[in-house]
């Protein structure tokens, strides 16, 4: 039996990426801005889509510049990643003040951080007005990783990134947990029994 | 220093969710499908994103409808959820087979399921065609969730719900870990010493 709960949605969605999107300004500052909502929304081509509040500036920047990287923070880099999503870049420069190192993607209009160990660079290929919320959907031109996160076939290991899960509802952060199971494996157990 | 991994973003994007869509078929048929393709996408309307391929049974019921359900099922109900996306809704019922039991929802045109404890209930508003997949943007028009997943506030409480993270990388579901810190907490820390 269950209960409705009217309009919480969004507090209660999990797991949530924690994602830091690069931009540059119009007098080519790098700004950062942490996102939740975001995820992968096509294979092919490889999309990912990011939602910004029109008021923001890394919105105004990816307007100008239909380009933006998608940052995936390790857990050590928590501090700094809470941070740049809680002040504006309209009045501080968040690469400074998290002393992290911006570097100009060589494929599209947009910088990544240097200290990041997993980057996306991304270009926009639709906007999508919904509401409170712009949807940028671009095309993931490249993916960049530094060697310490890859595993033997040169695929990024999720437990050598410890990436950081948002849960809104009780507006924390969280690690990854334990592996549960193989996609793909678990099922095909079920069905060999329902098919018996 | 980093390395270019060129197009194999889509396995290395974490975490990303393991939601279940219910939707009816044009017979009346109740059916389900695994997506960790979606995410949310605005917060004024309350928006949910998903994407699926356009060979999907769910992809044809949703343009027919123009409503799904998000089931966010917890860790017990992995060997289901897997088998959900195993399986084309074309050839076995996913419900009798998984035995779930499907509920009409009082506001979508749509079933969701009975045993999972947390239920968006969703209003189609744009569907994108992106390539492989088409994204549909959804108002999520209700939040249904069992009492037991409920803290003193009646706010679901993600230890409770005990929800699943997809790691594409190595084709393996996790659990969330533990909790890191608070948001916009961490991050003032920060502020607080670099404006002293």
């Known amino acids: 039996m269950k209960q409705s ?18 931009t540059y300004g119009s007098d080519g500052a ?18 990912v889509s990011i939602s910004l509040r029109k008021s923001r500036l890394s919105h105004q920047n990816i307007i100008l510049k239909q380009a933006f990287t998608i940052n995936i923070p390790n857990e ?12 504006s870049g309209n009045t501080v420069d968040k690469f400074s003040m998290t002393k992290w190192t911006p ?13 990041v160990p997993l980057v996306f660079e991304c270009q926009v290929l639709q906007s999508i007005e919904i509401g409170s919320h712009t949807q940028f959907i671009a095309k993931i031109v490249d993916v960049l990783a530094e060697a310490k996160i890859l595993g033997e076939a040169g695929v990024p290991q999720v437990e050598k990134l410890a990436p950081i899960c948002a849960s809104p509802g009780d507006q924390s952060y969280y690690s990854l947990g334990n592996k549960l199971g193989k996609t793909y494996v ?8 329902t098919t018996k």
Chains 1, 2 share one sequence.
């Not at 678990?186 to 029994?193: I, P, S, V, W």
Request: net charge negative.
């Open 76 to 87: 050590q880099q928590l501090i700094g990643t809470d941070f740049v999503g809680l002040v």
């Open 5 to 22: 709960l009217g309009s919480m949605a969004s507090v209660v969605a999990v797991p949530l990426p924690v994602w830091i999107v690069g």
């Open 186 to 193: 678990l099922g095909k157990k079920l069905l060999a029994e």
């Open 103 to 115: 570097v100009q993607s060589q494929l599209v209009n947009a910088p990544y951080i240097d200290e």
């Open 30 to 47: 790098p700004n950062l801005i942490t996102v939740s909502w975001g995820g992968i929304c096509c294979s092919e081509p490889l999309c």
